[in-house]
């Protein structure tokens, strides 16, 4: 079993910025995959990134390139998202997930992640 912790989420005005992390315990963990998602109220939980546990690769929805940053500490199992130029339409609890699940083309859906954290709000004010 995996245990995915969040911390790093709170409240900041438009055009600031917020690190996030996702702390992992429990089995060995050696995911293909963690990704954050983003759920916001009255909508769909939605992809924002994803990082490949091996290789370091990453990828990101279009509606926050160039602004978010994911990154990972192997030895800390743990995973960061740097959020930069916030906007209040960024505002959602944001969930991390593992997969374990070797399916390359579905790293954006959330339903090949494993496992998921409780999640951390953040709140972008105007």
């Known amino acids: 079993q995996v245990q995915l912790d969040e911390s790093g989420g709170g409240l900041v005005q438009a055009g600031g910025s917020l690190r996030l992390s996702c702390a992992a315990s429990?089995?060995?963990?050696?995911?293909?995959?963690v990704g954050w998602f983003r759920q916001a109220p009255g909508k769909e939980r939605e992809f924002v990134s994803t990082?490949?546990?091996?290789?370091?690769?990453?990828f990101y929805a279009d509606s926050v390139k160039g602004r978010y940053t994911i990154s990972r500490d192997r030895a800390k199992n743990t995973v960061y998202l740097q959020m930069n130029g916030l906007k209040p339409e960024d505002t959602a609890v944001y969930f991390c997930?593992?997969?374990?699940?070797?399916?390359?083309?579905?790293?954006?859906?959330?339903?090949?992640?494993?496992?998921w954290g409780q999640g951390t709000q953040v709140t972008v004010s105007s």
């Open positions: 997930a593992a997969t374990f699940n070797l399916i390359p083309s579905l790293l954006t859906a959330k339903t090949i992640y494993n496992y």
């Open positions: 990082i490949a546990w091996s290789s370091g690769s990453t």
């Open positions: 429990g089995r060995t963990f050696s995911p293909y995959a």
